[in-house]
């Protein structure tokens, strides 16, 4: 919702991030098992902004078969993570998005990736 707001107050005077690629790329990070559910909002995130069901879809499809090969053979580490989280966002250099956006779309997944690992690693009392 922020987002939105963002995109429809500030469109023409500054750069905006990808924000639904940044909130669903940080839910993929954050915990792998989240593939059922982003995937599917991946397909509506570009046929909706891209006008095309695969632009950053098999990129995605791609993190949770990499994130496992890293945990069994690196360990689950965060420079692993980060990798794949810049070779996602550099996607949008395919479309012909400015460099400040794909910055700010990185910046953007960062913190929230961080909350939602948090929460996930939080032990229910």
């Known amino acids: 919702m922020v987002g939105l707001s963002f995109n429809l107050a500030f469109a023409s005077s500054m750069q905006q991030p990808d924000w639904a690629l940044a909130l669903l790329l940080a839910a993929l990070l954050a915990q792998r098992h989240n593939w059922m559910w982003v995937l599917p909002m991946m397909m509506v995130h570009d046929a909706m902004l891209h006008w095309s069901f695969s632009f950053t879809l098999m990129t ?9 090969y890293f945990d069994q053979h690196l360990g689950a580490g965060l420079p692993q993570r980060l990798i794949l989280m810049l070779l996602a966002v550099v996607t949008m250099l395919l479309r012909d998005w400015a460099f400040p956006a794909i910055v700010l ?13 948090r929460r996930y690693a939080q032990k229910p009392a």
């Open 105 to 117: 779309t990185a910046l953007f997944c960062v913190p929230v990736w961080y909350l939602l690992t």
């Open 60 to 68: 995605m499809a791609m993190i949770p078969v990499a994130m496992i």
